[in-house]
């Protein structure tokens, strides 16, 4: 099973949860500071990280930045009090994949765990045939799951790759925000669309794409993206 990290400032959530986990199957680390969820990362090696935004000390925002620039691909899932929309729009910008609300219920939380980890194993499902597209200066190698402009890799994170491979695959065709909840994130019925317009201005950044007139990913206003016709 999956191996987590746990970082959790409150001991009541962080035993609850990490109970729940454990009954599921998952081998858990547990850390009540930022600092010690980042030498966990290094030792523990886990697969998800589920981060409480509140902490002491290090605040959940930089400890998340600070792991997203250690691994890319880390699939990471920020705990927010209900209401705190700002903490939720700067989360996913700053790298989370998803979040879920205080009080944590368990199903909800394993959900979402389930539902990011299936994509980091497997950002979407392809064919398997060999095939690297080629759009201007950008290569998608939909088989290897890889991405380059202008001959540099670009590291994306799980929900980054899944989206700008989902958009691709279609040049030319409007997406709404429902419709990328449903195809990147599973979320068929709860879905909120920040997590598709901060995950389209993290892929944005990480192509070199101008904010005013982005070359690749367009937005459609009142509908959703589109990825450029080529």
């Given at each position: 099973?999956?191996?987590?990290?746990?970082?959790?400032?409150d001991?009541?959530?962080?035993?609850?949860?990490?109970?729940?986990l454990?009954r599921?199957?998952?081998?858990?680390?547990?850390a009540?500071?930022?600092?010690d969820?980042l030498?966990?990362?290094?030792?523990f090696?886990?697969?998800?990280?589920?981060?409480?935004?509140?902490?002491?000390?290090?605040p959940?925002?930089?400890?998340c930045r600070?792991?997203?620039?250690?691994?890319?691909t880390l699939?990471?899932?920020m705990?927010?009090?209900r209401?705190?929309?700002?903490?939720?729009?700067?989360?996913?910008?700053?790298?989370?994949?998803?979040y879920v609300?205080?009080?944590?219920?368990?199903?909800?939380?394993?959900?979402?765990?389930?539902a990011?980890?299936?994509?980091?194993a497997?950002?979407?499902?392809?064919?398997?045939i060999?095939r690297?597209?080629?759009?201007?200066?950008?290569?998608?190698?939909?088989?290897?799951?890889?991405?380059?402009?202008?001959?540099?890799?670009v590291?994306?994170a799980?929900?980054?790759?899944?989206?700008?491979?989902t958009?691709s695959a279609?040049p030319?065709?409007?997406?709404?925000?429902?419709q990328?909840?449903?195809a990147?994130?599973e979320?068929?019925?709860?879905g909120?669309?920040?997590?598709?317009?901060a995950?389209?201005?993290?892929?944005?950044?990480k192509m070199g794409?101008p904010?005013?007139?982005?070359?690749?990913?367009?937005t459609?206003r009142?509908?959703?993206y589109?990825?450029?016709?080529?």
């Amino acid at each position: 099973m999956p191996r987590v990290l746990l970082i959790e400032d409150d001991r009541a959530v962080r035993e609850g949860v990490a109970l729940a986990l454990r009954r599921q199957g998952h081998e858990v680390a547990l850390a009540v500071t930022g600092e010690d969820g980042l030498i966990l990362l290094r030792s523990f090696r886990p697969d998800v990280v589920v981060l409480d935004l509140m902490l002491p000390g290090m605040p959940g925002l930089d400890v998340c930045r600070a792991m997203r620039a250690l691994d890319p691909t880390l699939p990471i899932v920020m705990v927010t009090a209900r209401g705190d929309d700002e903490d939720i729009v700067v989360g996913l910008e700053v790298g989370a994949d998803d979040y879920v609300v205080k009080p944590v219920q368990a199903r909800v939380l394993q959900a979402r765990l389930r539902a990011v980890l299936r994509r980091a194993a497997a950002p979407v499902g392809e064919s398997g045939i060999p095939r690297i597209d080629t759009y201007g200066d950008l290569a998608i190698d939909r088989a290897g799951l890889a991405v380059t402009r202008q001959g540099s890799p670009v590291a994306l994170a799980p929900s980054e790759l899944r989206l700008l491979l989902t958009l691709s695959a279609s040049p030319g065709q409007v997406f709404s925000r429902q419709q990328l909840l449903e195809a990147v994130w599973e979320h068929s019925y709860h879905g909120d669309a920040r997590l598709v317009d901060a995950c389209v201005r993290r892929l944005r950044v990480k192509m070199g794409e101008p904010p005013r007139e982005p070359r690749y990913i367009h937005t459609v206003r009142g509908f959703g993206y589109r990825f450029a016709a080529w």
